[in-house]
C-alpha cells in the first residue's frame, strides 16, 4: 500500500523560560493513501502537536515526516506552503472562516493564494458549492449560518483545491448530533472518492466513520484499533 504519511520517532519539545514539556516522545504513525483514521486520547496526549506536524503547521524537534512520498525536513517554507495548500485540506472545530468573506469568496480564498484563474475559480467555487449543498448561501456571511452550514462551507474551502489528504480537528466538536452527522457523512463520501482523511474527535460516534483508530497517551501512540 502507498503511504501518504509516515513518520519515524517523531519527538517535540515546547521551551518556556524554566519549563519543558516533551508533548511527543517517539511517534511512529504510517497513513495509508486513501485510509481514514481517526486519533482519540485524553486531552494533553499530544494530538493537536501531532496534527499540526502532520498538516506542517509546526515541525518535530526530532525525528523524520514523510508526506506523500517526500521528506518534509527537505523543505524550504516556500516548498511547505506550496504544500500545503496544494496538497493539503483543513477543517477545524472553529470552522476558521472570515467574517467579512461571504461563503463564495471564503471558499475562493485558497485559489486565489494559489494563482488560479478567474474563469476557473468560478467553476470550482460552485461545484464545490453545489457539493456541500450550500450553493443558495452564496452570498451571505458567515454570522448568518447555523453552525452546520458553516462546516459545510469549511468543507468545501478545503476540498476546493482537490486536496489529497484532508486534516479535521474535532470537526464536530461545535455542533449537534445531526448537523455533525452529516459533516462525517461528507467526509466519509470524500474518502471513498479516494481522499485520504485524518481526524482528531473525542466521539466515539465519529471515530465509529474510521477504517482505524490511533489512540494516543502521553505523546505517544498507545494502541492502534482496525474496525
Ligand atoms: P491534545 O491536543 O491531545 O489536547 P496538545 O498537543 O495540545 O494535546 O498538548 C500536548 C502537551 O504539549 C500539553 O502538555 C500541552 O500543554 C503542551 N503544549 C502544547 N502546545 C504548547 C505550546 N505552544 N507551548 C507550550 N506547551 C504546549
Known amino acids: 500500500m502507498e503511504k501518504m504519511i509516515k513518520t519515524e520517532n517523531i519527538r517535540k519539545v515546547f521551551r518556556t523560560e524554566?519549563?519543558?514539556t516533551w508533548a511527543l516522545n517517539g511517534v511512529d504513525i504510517e497513513v495509508a493513501k486513501g485510509e481514514f483514521v481517526a486519533i482519540m486520547g485524553p486531552s494533553g496526549c499530544g494530538k493537536s502537536t501531532l496534527m499540526?506536524?502532520?498538516?506542517?503547521?509546526?515541525?518535530?524537534?526530532?525525528?523524520?515526516?514523510?508526506?506523500?512520498g517526500t521528506d518534509v525536513a527537505l523543505f524550504g517554507e516556500d516548498e511547505r506552503t506550496?504544500?500545503?495548500k496544494g496538497v493539503i485540506g483543513f477543517v477545524f472545530q472553529s470552522f476558521n472562516?472570515?467574517?467579512?468573506?461571504?461563503?463564495?469568496?471564503?471558499?475562493?480564498?485558497?485559489?486565489?493564494?494559489?494563482?488560479?484563474?478567474?474563469?476557473?475559480?468560478?467553476?470550482?467555487?460552485?461545484?464545490?458549492?453545489?457539493?456541500?449543498?450550500?450553493?443558495?448561501?452564496a452570498g451571505h456571511f458567515p454570522q448568518q449560518l447555523s453552525g452546520g452550514q458553516q462546516q459545510r462551507v469549511a468543507i468545501a474551502r478545503a476540498v476546493v483545491t482537490n486536496p489529497k489528504i484532508?486534516?479535521?480537528?474535532?470537526?464536530?466538536?461545535?455542533?449537534?448530533?445531526?448537523?455533525?452527522?452529516?459533516?462525517?457523512?461528507?467526509?466519509k463520501q470524500l474518502n471513498g472518492e479516494g481522499t485520504t482523511v485524518v481526524m482528531v474527535t473525542h466521539s466515539l460516534r465519529d471515530a465509529s466513520y474510521a477504517g482505524?483508530?490511533?489512540n494516543m497517551f502521553d505523546g505517544?501512540?498507545?494502541?492502534?484499533?482496525?474496525q
Not at 499540526?52 to 506523500?68: A, F, H, K, Q, R
Not at 460552485?126 to 449543498?133: K, Q
Not at 479535521?168 to 452527522?181: F, Q, V, Y
Open 18 to 20: 524554566d519549563v519543558e
Open 220 to 226: 505517544q501512540v498507545a494502541t492502534e484499533i482496525h
Open 52 to 68: 499540526n506536524i502532520l498538516g506542517l503547521l509546526d515541525s518535530p524537534t526530532e525525528g523524520s515526516y514523510c508526506l506523500n
Open 97 to 137: 472562516l472570515i467574517d467579512d468573506l461571504n461563503v463564495y469568496e471564503n471558499i475562493e480564498l485558497p485559489l486565489l493564494y494559489m494563482g488560479v484563474p478567474k474563469k476557473e475559480r468560478k467553476k470550482r467555487v460552485e461545484e464545490a458549492m453545489e457539493r456541500m449543498d450550500i450553493a443558495h448561501r
Open 82 to 84: 506550496a504544500l500545503r
Open 166 to 187: 484532508i486534516f479535521a480537528d474535532e470537526p464536530t466538536g461545535n455542533l449537534d448530533s445531526r448537523k455533525g452527522i452529516e459533516v462525517m457523512e461528507l467526509l
Open 212 to 214: 482505524r483508530v490511533i
